[in-house]
């Protein structure tokens, strides 16, 4: 394991899977050496991941040093519950929508921002410009209801 020890706290600060995740890389990006592509192709095939993912890591760690990887590999965003009366008005404006998710949540946002009444939701002062945490498309798609199970 080629970790400084500088940052060697943050390091067994990470839960185990992303730990070993992350180890190889750092053993292997002080390694490229030039030409840098043809050292990514070679990292991508090593690693099993893609040339983009190699690019991306190696530029994190050459702008950032093994502190960026440590802390891209860090704590996510905690996940936000979204209220079980929300998941069943989504659900059901989705069905309203013949399944057409994307047409759905243009529904939810637009209705959202005129001031509509969402249920789980109070009715903020002020305008609604923001939306609420976890509304984006693709967390909201992962919340609908399967066609076969409705």
Partial sequence: MNVDPRY???FLALPIDRRMRL???LDELPKISRPIQ???AALAERLRVSR?????????WRLGGTEALIAEAGPRMPACSLPAE???YWNR???ACQGNGRRAWLCLVGGWRLGARIPG???PPGPRTDLPAGWSYGNLMRHRASPLNP
């Fill in 86 to 88: 929300f998941i069943e």
């Fill in 8 to 10: 060697l706290a943050a």
């Fill in 52 to 60: 983009a993912t190699a690019r991306r890591r190696y530029d994190t």
């Fill in 121 to 123: 939701y109070g009715v």
């Fill in 23 to 25: 180890e190889p890389w």
């Fill in 38 to 40: 043809a050292s990514l």
């Fill in 93 to 95: 404006l989705c069905q």
